[in-house]
């Protein structure tokens, strides 16, 4: 190679966990490597999610329950997965056979990782090959001042306490549970003793992103930040580096074996969603800023095909006060997933299992709004939730309810007729969608959706109400409404790429010295999401594989 600033043997765009997996994976054999961020912030969208692996046949879930498998976690995949571009059996194949790998190579290399519950259910457990227990994974809590001066480069989380990812979420029963308010209580302490002692607790996405930062800068990688790819360099049909700006100068960084891109999606760009997604918004993506897409676009100039470009990461929202401004914008998959609440669209109509998958809850959302007007829909809920459940973060107090209700995004009436009024819809339709409601909890069994059926349902229910957990009657006023639209974690659409996660052209040829991983390439579980953690495991999986296959260090199954 001639003509570069500098070379190294693996270039990687971007900075999600993928790509430090891919680092340390060639860091181990041997070989040089940069991480060019164009943000900045080290940790991507994952720094600011939850950061929930979904790892079938992994060593924790086999410790617990010998007969999990990959046979299972391919019949499962197989199952509830379309084929589509970027999905078929090999692909998903390889994931299954590479992603217990992944993680065992990661522990080995210093990262503390551990089962995220033991009960996590698969969104569609009830499908071949399902579980009703848990196959995510979650980093143990992290202290960030083990980074030293990186501490401050590191994307921020949404949850800067000492606690497991699953705890965390079982502190909004404390009330209704000793044992889960002694979990809140520990956490409270730990967080206090940290202060004292000068630690900066991080968990989730944030712990994860932090001890994969400080493996891989101990491991040697170059690191950059504030360092945007403006293009990747093509040599004789091979690409052979990338173009990059680094205090407002062009750089030319060569990369002996080859390019991994992982630039995340383009969430953030409203351009492209109208193009691709019509009548979804940019503000409503949980993605950090820098989610816009410019390498999607310039692999397409290299001869990358994009495709299932029509697809998101969907994770449904509700806009109460101040929404714009949140740095975690408030999740409506918990509200309506309670018991005593059901989503209604501009009509009245009940039309979706309000538990279940967020990516097919938004996807509903889109798909009716096409007949029917549905975004926004309406989540409805009753008095008796407004006592047992939070809103947007929020405890329902008198005062908090005035001050919702005075900004109009609180619907409230004393009887379902009058909520019909205050929300826009028939008031007899709406009656009749409550009563049918109401009439299916008293059986027990939601026989138009299903909800309450699958173990995942009763996950996000109440497991302290007595019968099935996700099923509530409304029935004592006020009655209340907010509104939901169709939000995102990411979209899940970029190029295709094969079993080893190299850039195939339009001809089913592999771009040479090119690979890509997360959610900028179209999507491995094509168009489903079938765990939690279902688009950060593949990203770090297809990164562990494009970096052992250009390393030359063989992908077997």
């Known amino acids: ?51 929930v692996m979904w790892i079938p046949n992994n060593r924790f879930i086999r410790a617990d329950e010998p007969d999990e498998s990959a046979e299972k976690a391919i019949s499962y995949l197989d199952a509830v997965c379309e084929d589509l571009p ?11 056979s590479q992603a217990p790998r992944m993680l065992d190579f990661l522990i080995g290399q210093g990262v503390e990782l551990e089962r995220g519950s ?38 921020p989380g949404f949850l800067p306490f000492p606690t497991k990812l699953d705890d965390g979420m079982k502190t909004a029963f404390r009330a209704k549970s000793k044992a889960y308010a002694k979990i809140y209580r520990r956490s409270v302490l730990r967080t206090i003793l940290g202060k004292l002692t000068f630690k900066n607790w991080a968990a989730a996405g944030a712990a994860l992103q932090g001890r994969m930062l400080k493996a891989s800068l101990a491991a040697g990688v170059d690191v950059r930040t504030d360092t945007p790819v403006r293009q990747l360099i093509v040599e004789q049909g091979k690409v052979t580096g990338v173009i990059a700006e680094a205090n407002g100068q062009a750089r030319r960084i060569g990369a002996r074996l080859g390019v991994l891109v992982n630039a995340g ?44 470009m029509d697809q998101m990461v969907g994770y449904q929202m509700t806009r109460a006060p101040g929404w714009e401004a949140m740095y975690v914008k408030p999740p409506a998959q918990s509200l309506t997933g309670k018991p005593g609440a059901i989503l209604v669209d501009q009509s009245g109509v009940r ?14 959302m889109i798909e009716r709004n096409r007949t029917v007007p549905a975004i926004p829909s309406w989540a409805l809920f009753d008095q008796r939730y407004v006592e047992d459940y939070q809103v947007a973060y929020q405890n329902l107090k008198p005062a908090t309810i005035t001050r919702w209700q005075e900004a109009g995004y609180l619907k409230s009436a004393p009887t379902i007729e009058g909520l019909a009024d205050q929300i826009g819809v028939d008031p007899a339709t709406l009656r009749a969608t409550v009563d049918r409601w109401n009439t299916m909890v008293d059986k027990g069994v939601d026989e138009d ?21 996700a099923l509530g009657k409304l029935a004592k006023g006020p009655f209340h409404a907010v509104d939901v639209v169709p939000g995102d ?40 999401y079938p765990g939690a953690g279902a688009s950060i495991g593949p990203s770090m999986t297809f990164g562990y594989i494009a970096a052992r296959h250009a390393a030359g260090l063989g992908n077997q199954p």
């Open 1 to 51: 190679m001639s003509g570069f600033d500098e070379t190294f043997d693996w270039v990687v765009v971007g900075s999600g966990a993928g790509s430090m997996v891919s680092a340390l994976v060639m860091r181990e054999a041997g070989h040089a490597v940069a991480i060019l961020e164009k943000t900045p912030y080290v940790g991507g969208t994952t720094a600011k999610s939850g950061g």
């Open 489 to 528: 974690v990411s979209t899940y659409g970029g190029v295709i790429v094969d079993a080893e996660a190299r850039v195939l052209t339009a001809d089913g040829a592999p771009i040479a010295g090119l690979y890509a991983c997360g959610v900028t390439t179209a999507s491995v579980m094509g168009g489903v």
């Open 449 to 469: 959706f299903g909800r309450g059926k699958r173990e995942y349902d009763k996950w996000l229910g109440d497991p302290f109400l007595g019968g099935n957990p």
């Open 265 to 308: 999606g383009f969430a953030q760009n409203q351009a492209l969603r109208d193009k691709y997604m019509p009548g979804t918004r940019a503000g409503w993506s949980q993605t950090p800023e820098g989610d816009t897409g410019e390498m999607h676009v310039e692999l397409e100039r290299v001869g990358g095909v994009l495709a299932q």
């Open 118 to 155: 033991n009960y996590w259910p698969d969104y569609y457990d009830d499908a071949p090959g399902g579980c009703s227990t848990s196959r995510s994974v979650t980093a143990r809590y992290f202290n960030l001042k083990e980074l030293g001066p990186w501490e401050k480069k590191l994307r």
């Open 351 to 364: 039309y979706l299992n309000e538990g279940g998958s967020y990516e097919l809850y938004c996807q509903s």
């Open 86 to 96: 970027g999905s078929n059996h090999e692909k998903r194949l390889a994931y299954v």
